[in-house]
């Protein structure tokens, strides 16, 4: 396997001593498709960027896909993460939040594949497995649970960067209603006019992001959402 790009500058080289740093490289490139977008990223405007020539950028990167990782994890390093509480689900939506701001600065992180992870990226996850490390799981479904976190956090705030809000869904309640006169439609009629009407009312982002962590959390580790077992014991009874 290749080198890691962060390993790599521990291999020995020939010539003078870098005028660059790697996090010097991510900065420049998180400026540069932060005001223009991602199809702006090249060597040579990056080059331009620190103010040297894209043929010295080879002396750091391999080339254009080598900018990526350093871009995604120079964002990371913006993660302020609070010692963690032992509350697994007060743990993980504090993480999630800081992801969630992070990915609204920062749209085109959806659109970066996914790369090696830098020393940023690894504390996040790091970070990650150890708010969820006191629902016991074990490896495989731990990092189940990071790809979904992960995920879940990715594409709403992708949703958000893009004008979208969680009431749009489906064109929005007042299009759904008005579509209701037009089709066979039993459940959607049964949900805006019985007992569920108040479904029609907008959706507030922050409640739509918090339940859809409450949901990917109950169905991962059940044990962590004491408050939902509460309540379906008080149904049983």
């Not at 390993?7 to 490139?29: M, N, S, V, W």
């Not at 103010?51 to 913006?78: F, I, Q, W």
């Not at 690894?122 to 150890?130: A, K, N, S, T, V």
């Amino acid at each position: 396997m290749p080198t890691s790009l962060w390993l790599r500058t521990d291999e020995p080289k020939r010539g003078p001593r870098p005028t660059y740093t790697l996090d010097d490289i991510g900065e420049a490139c998180v400026r540069l498709v932060d005001d223009e977008g991602i199809r702006a990223l090249s060597m040579r405007r990056v080059a331009d960027a620190l103010g040297s020539s894209a043929a010295s950028l080879y002396r750091y990167v391999s080339g254009k896909d080598d900018l990526l990782p350093l871009m995604t994890d120079h964002v990371a390093a913006e993660y302020d993460f609070p010692a963690l509480t032992g509350d697994v689900r007060a743990d993980v939506l504090a993480i999630a939040q800081q992801s969630r701001a992070l990915h609204r600065r920062h749209p085109w992180l959806r659109d970066v594949p996914a790369t090696d992870l830098g020393p940023n990226g690894i504390r996040y996850l790091d970070r990650l497995i150890g708010a969820l490390a006191p629902a016991g799981l074990d490896a495989t479904a731990t990092m189940m649970a990071v790809a979904l976190i992960s995920g879940w956090v990715t594409n709403f705030a992708a949703q958000e960067a893009a004008g979208e809000t969680a009431s749009d869904s489906g064109g929005g309640a007042a299009h759904l209603s008005a579509m209701l006169a037009h089709g066979d439609y039993p459940h959607l009629t049964a949900l805006f006019t019985g007992d569920g009407s108040g479904a029609a009312a907008p959706l507030d982002n922050d409640a739509a992001f918090t339940a859809g962590l409450d949901a990917m959390l109950f169905g991962i580790a059940p044990a962590v959402a004491p408050r939902d077992r509460t309540r379906l014991d008080r149904k049983r009874t």
